[in-house]
């Protein structure tokens, strides 16, 4: 059976149950109404698991009634609390351990040690997803197999735990979760997500000089590469199921966790990698609608059936629909608003980034975007105030206006550029991650330049597929700063985080140049290294296109479009991700 049938098959069930609320079927006379058997709880018990530095972490351990064991286990650490009572994995023959991460819920703190989550859970000073591990072998119930689960921060804290290397981890179920903490939730572009940031540090009890703390570390030093994931990756050894959302907080992650250890794990992640993206928001795979926008009904999944398949094939190597599936299943997001539109189907692919060709679109002076590089040089300046930021309008954010969302009511603003193409001729599918390369100035040290891609409709709407930041100041990478001399030109490049995307006949593609994007973005003040004292200045920002700074931007576009699952294999006509860029024609599609 294939992944297809899963889906399906939660589908159906799904169904199922909401017609059984809609409409409850009468109880037949000649046959007495079914009594629910009770179910036993299985055995459990609370324990203070020490970690090697003396700290005690609460975890809560379920074990089968039936049966003498030792049974595989699955262990959740999280925290968000780990729970208490019966958990239904033991009626499959499961043992689950829940616990919670040091900080949080009912684990002892430590006096001596910052409170701040995940950074105690690779493979630093102190190991606890390991030691934790470590402990689980150790315990008579244990058959020597351990996966991990969880979704968000659960998600995260298996990443580090993978990089520690543990032995007896079998394979990890990974939701929605970062693998990098600098570029994929704290700092990402060089620009801190003070809206994340602050209201994971308050949540978890973690007090404010957390936040200083991570706000001292601006740059990627030791402090955030001791929490890089994707750093890791030659030393990860496990399999993996990565499940992610494109309008996801953390989406990138997701990718960059599957990609880095597929292609570059150790001999037991190497290849043995699977990646799920959906069109979902953070943890919004049952949720009807996306942004602004009601959601196709094959859009939503029930994640339960899909990770018991999951465990039961690393865990008890059943011969299930898993060995069937190929590494990458993404959805293809279509026009939300027709339903005879192409796209908003599911697809696979056999690698990310799924074979493509980078098509190439040059920005001109007259707002358009064009297949030729426009011969004549022009310069495109706005004023930039911090005082009057580009609000926010849905995104890759955290439960504050997140998803995709009509960009027209910010479009208008003087200090916003945009850049049109021609419209598509005949439906266009985009898969993987944008590139804008762009050439740029400003009149002080320091400012940012954010740009958003978006899918203009024929009925004028934009809707925000992606887009992204990058701070000035890390032009030449994130692990120094170096500041502007005033009026020069830059060449820079920001890498917009990946969509999968088909364009109807008659949308367009366009591109927004601003410089601020608040509150998914914190303000740049314009300001140079004597930042803290000095106040906020407006900044005369431009843009420069066509000449000798041709200011573009770069699509993958999916030759043909990538199969509908489960059909044939991937085109194989297009290329990888080093093809050759592809000038567009300068009129329709």
Known sequence: MRLPRLFAFATLAGAIVVAGVARPSAARPDRPAATPRPRRPAPSE????????????????????????????QLERTPYGRGKGFDSETLRGYVTVKQDMRFTGDSRESPDKDKMIFFHDGWGEDQDGFDTVRWILAQPWCDGQVATVGSSAPGASQNLLAGA??????????????????????????????????????????????????????????????????????????????????????????I???????????????????????????????????????????????????????????????KNEVAGWKAVRYYAIGDFGDPAAPGNVWKWADTWPVPHVKTTFFLAPNGRLAGQKPAIAAAMTYAFDPANPVPTRGGHNLRVDEGPRDQRPVEQRPDVLLFDSPP???????????TAELWVSSDGPDTDFTVKLTDLRPDGQSVLLTD?????????????????????????????????????????????????????????????PEAGNAKPRVAKNTLHVG???????????????????????????????????????????
């Open 468 to 528: 992204h930041i990058l701070r000035m100041r890390y032009r030449e990478g994130f692990e120094k700063k170096v500041w502007m001399q005033p009026g020069k030109v830059y060449p820079i490049a920001i890498e917009l985080w990946a969509i999968s995307k088909v364009f109807g006949t008659g949308h367009r593609l366009r591109l927004a140049v601003s410089s601020s994007n608040a509150p998914r973005f914190s303000v740049n003040p314009n300001t140079g």
């Open 424 to 434: 598509f001729r005949e439906p266009t599918e985009v898969t993987g991650n944008v």
């Open 256 to 318: 960059d966790a599957f990609a880095s250890r597929q292609y570059r794990g150790k001999a037991g992640a190497k290849g043995r990698q699977f990646l799920i993206m959906g069109p979902w928001t953070h943890g919004g795979e049952r949720r009807a609608t996306l942004g602004d926008y009601a959601l196709p009904a094959n859009s939503t999944m029930d994640f339960a059936p899909l990770k018991r398949a999951w465990m039961d094939f690393v865990l008890k190597g059943a």
């Open 547 to 589: 000449g000798e700074t041709p200011s573009r931007v770069i699509v993958p576009v999916v030759a043909g479009g990538a199969p509908a699952a489960p059909v044939a294999p991937p085109v194989k006509t297009a290329t990888a991700p080093d093809s050759p860029e592809t000038p567009v024609d300068d009129g329709e599609f």
């Open 165 to 254: 290397t543990p032995p007896g981890l079998a394979g990890q179920f990974i939701g929605y979760a970062f693998s990098s903490m600098f570029h994929h939730a704290f700092w990402p572009g060089g620009a801190s997500r003070d809206q994340l940031a602050t209201g994971w540090i308050l949540k978890f009890r973690q007090g404010l000089g957390a936040l200083d703390t991570l706000k001292k570390h601006d740059t990627y030093d030791d402090f955030w590469k001791s929490v890089d994931t994707v750093s890791r990756a030659p030393e990860i050894d496990a399999p993996a199921l990565h499940v992610g959302g494109w309008y996801d907080v953390f989406s990138q992650g997701t």
């Open 46 to 73: 609370t324990v203070m698991v020490p970690m090697r530095d003396g700290t005690l972490l609460a975890t809560e351990v379920h074990r089968p009634l039936a049966g003498a064991g030792p049974w595989p286990v």
